[in-house]
């Protein structure tokens, strides 16, 4: 069977647990660029947030390869993690979550932006420690003033280039957005997959019992370790399997 070459928008936020919700989604992050790697997608950081030196605040990147949205659109939802932090002395076990969005690439025809609405600002690229990859400002930030949605883009060398990528993930939000609102108004139930509640636990990372559990299938994944190295396979294939399953009925 042929695979469609897809290119989708990765977006990764900390939410509950200060420090420890920012490794949790800096865990994310690796997990997906390992797994990226191993599936021969192109994987590109688009933009962070650096929280701590191993965490995220926020980050965005771009992955484009053979299947890759159908693979990952089950990932968006809210990712929970329960663990002794390591800055934790007494041995409690924490709970944080990171949220994680996956969109696909709209077409421009697809939506209609108004440039009258954007609000363009340039800056300098930066690396991690704030040391300056260019000195030149060529990083793109665009703020869509109707709905308050904002991205940016540092990974090119150019405007021209980072600008064309901030704007398709803008019409990717934009799109999902329209989605969302449409969904709403129709009152329409959304599928299990891919697309439930943004605010929704979707799966939980539990370490002292070395056990993920996915609460749309109810299936539980062990090997913690090893999954978050990339091994992410067998979540994929467990997806591909509830969804045959469902057809079927």
Do not use: C
Request: proline content about 3%.
């Amino acid at each position: 069977m042929t695979q469609e070459i897809q290119k989708i928008i990765l977006e990764i936020r900390a939410g509950a647990g200060g420090d420890e919700a920012a490794i949790f989604a800096g865990d994310l992050a690796r997990m997906y660029q390992k797994y990226s790697v191993i599936r021969g997608w192109k994987f590109i950081v688009e933009d962070f947030n650096a929280e701590t030196f191993d965490g995220f605040k926020s980050f965005v990147a771009t992955i484009e390869g053979p299947d890759a949205f159908t693979d990952m659109q089950q990932e968006s939802g809210v990712h929970r993690v329960q663990r002794v932090p390591k800055t934790e002395r007494q041995g409690r076990i924490h709970t944080s979550t990171a949220s994680v969005l996956v969109m696909p690439e709209v077409k421009a025809t697809e939506v209609e932006i108004n440039l009258g609405d954007l609000d363009v600002s340039f800056f300098r690229s930066s690396g991690p420690g704030g040391q300056n990859v260019n000195k030149v400002e060529t990083a793109v930030r665009i703020v869509h003033k109707p709905s308050g949605i904002v991205v940016s883009s540092q990974s090119g060398r150019s405007q021209f280039g980072n600008r064309e990528t901030a704007m398709g993930m803008l019409r990717a939000k934009l799109y999902d957005l329209k989605l969302q609102e449409e969904a709403s108004k129709l009152g329409a139930l959304r599928t299990v997959i891919g697309t439930g509640d943004r605010s929704e636990k979707i799966r939980t990372y539990h370490f002292p019992e070395d056990r993920i559990t996915d609460h749309r299938i109810g299936k539980k994944f062990h090997n913690i370790e090893k999954i978050l190295e990339g091994n992410f396979q067998p979540i994929v294939d467990a997806f591909k399997e509830f969804k045959k399953t469902q057809k079927e009925k």
